[in-house]
């Protein structure tokens, strides 16, 4: 009998929890648990209607692990999938070691109290999964996830080496709001604010924040979305490629962001509202990040007239029989359709149902081991195969486009 336990409950956790409740023959007995459990049963209670499929759910204090053992003791899984947010992967981690559960997250571990991540903190649990014979497996959503199972399939099957990959990330959709982040607000605005980063040569280069007048981008024509400014961008599944792909020379990240949310951007670093550090407001401590979030709307509930599509995908420079060879392996997800299945919009889709196949590998031992393992170091084969039958099918090209150098 294979149980799951899947904590958080935001736009990615209702995807996830459906996707699962999809395919009862391999997640027979699933439960949902985040801080706030009201929030798991309404996602319950649609489930039931929908696919007449009963998820059982739980409050948890996910950054507390005497609660996180606590709930593990009870449930008893064979896997938790953690779409709660970065800052609880290592209570989270410890929670699975101490009670011998396996381990996915779609978000490498992120202090909250600095605008960092990175994936060192959970490499370095390496050895006490591998000692217990449990699995960890890390950043498997769309990127990282997909971007980095696109990335095993080229070098397995396409390519004797790779020099350079780019990952490009479109969201050519329209939520109608003038300013919304497509997940967690807080996570979100951290990651794009930052100073940038991407790999030539065996190190990092530093270049300007998008927000800055000297950021590096260019406009990249992007499959059924069109021609889009892309912004170079530092993003976390760079850091486990330039480890594992053979002969890699350069990786790099664009994004692509539309004027309007770089404006309101800009207003609100510049009047402080991005800050992550405490101020007093009347009496009380307050962080600015997270009272902007209060005021932002829901990710979760952005799906209802979200129109356009997202494209996201990697165009790979390398060596195949002596000749060289570029190839564009991409996936387009429509914003609207994600809705109609799952009543959310296609960036939540697009990391919810990596994470159901991801735990559906593991829990059908296609995906085996001990130890703590990014997504690119297991065999690729059937996930792609599962991307096209359970929502997210993608195209590979050759590719004769250009790319900045
Ligand atoms: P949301 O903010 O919509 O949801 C987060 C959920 O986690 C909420 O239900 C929240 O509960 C819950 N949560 C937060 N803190 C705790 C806690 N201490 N204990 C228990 N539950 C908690 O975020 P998203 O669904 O948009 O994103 C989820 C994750 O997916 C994030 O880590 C994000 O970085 C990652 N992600 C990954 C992507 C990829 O492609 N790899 C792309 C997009 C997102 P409450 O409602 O009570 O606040």
């Given amino acids: 009998m294979s149980r799951i336990l899947i904590i958080g409950a935001g736009g990615v956790g209702n995807v996830v929890a459906k996707k699962c409740?999809?395919?009862?023959?391999?997640?027979?007995e699933i439960v949902l648990a985040s801080r706030t459990r009201a929030k798991c049963d309404a996602i319950a209670a649609e489930i039931k209607q929908l696919y007449n499929v009963t998820v059982q759910t739980a409050a948890v204090d996910a950054d507390s692990v005497p609660q996180l053992v606590a709930l593990l003791n009870v449930i008893k899984p064979q896997l938790v999938?953690?779409?709660?947010?970065?800052?609880q992967d290592?209570?989270?981690?410890?929670?699975?070691l101490e009670?011998?559960?396996n381990y996915l997250d779609t978000a490498n571990y992120e202090p909250p109290d600095s605008a960092h991540f990175e994936y060192s903190w959970q490499w370095a649990y390496q050895d006490r999964f591998r000692d217990k014979g449990l699995m960890a497996v890390l950043g498997c959503g769309f990127d990282p996830g997909v971007t980095n199972i696109f990335c095993a399939w080229a070098q397995k099957h396409h390519f004797d080496s790779i020099k350079t990959i780019d990952i490009l990330d479109c969201n050519a959709g329209d939520h109608g709001h003038p300013f919304a982040t497509n997940f967690n607000p807080e996570i979100n605005i951290r990651e794009v604010t930052q100073v940038v980063r991407h790999w030539r040569d065996g190190q990092w280069i530093e270049t300007p924040p998008i927000l800055d007048d000297d950021c590096v981008h260019f406009s990249f024509d992007y499959p059924e979305a069109g021609p889009r400014e892309s912004y170079l961008l530092y993003h976390e599944e760079m850091e486990s490629l330039v480890r594992h792909i053979?002969?890699?020379k350069r990786i790099r990240f664009?994004?692509?962001?539309?004027?309007?949310?770089?404006?309101h951007l800009k207003v609100l670093e510049n009047v402080g509202m991005t800050r992550i550090d405490a101020v007093d407001y009347e009496g009380h401590k307050i962080i600015p990040l997270r009272f902007l979030k209060a005021l932002l709307p829901d990710p979760g509930s952005l799906g209802t007239n979200y129109t356009g599509k997202a494209v996201i995908g990697?165009?790979?420079?390398?060596?195949?029989?002596?000749?060289?060879s570029r190839k564009y392996i991409y996936n387009v997800c429509d914003?609207?359709?994600a809705f109609r299945e799952v009543q959310a919009q296609a960036v939540s889709y697009t990391t919810g149902v990596p994470a159901m196949i991801g735990a559906m590998m593991m829990l059908t031992g296609e995906w085996r081991g001990a130890g703590v393992y990014n997504v690119e170091q297991l065999d690729p084969d059937r996930f792609m195969d599962c991307l096209n039958r359970f929502g997210l099918p993608w195209q590979i090209v050759d590719f004769d486009g250009r790319l900045p150098e």
């Fill in 21 to 28: 409740a999809q395919h009862p023959e391999v997640f027979e």
């Fill in 81 to 87: 999938i953690n779409v709660a947010l970065p800052y």
């Fill in 90 to 96: 290592l209570a989270i981690m410890d929670a699975c």
């Fill in 99 to 101: 009670c011998g559960v």
């Fill in 246 to 248: 053979r002969g890699l």
């Fill in 254 to 263: 664009w994004m692509t962001f539309g004027q309007a949310y770089l404006t």
């Fill in 314 to 324: 990697c165009v790979f420079d390398g060596v195949k029989d002596g000749r060289q």
């Fill in 335 to 337: 914003h609207a359709e």
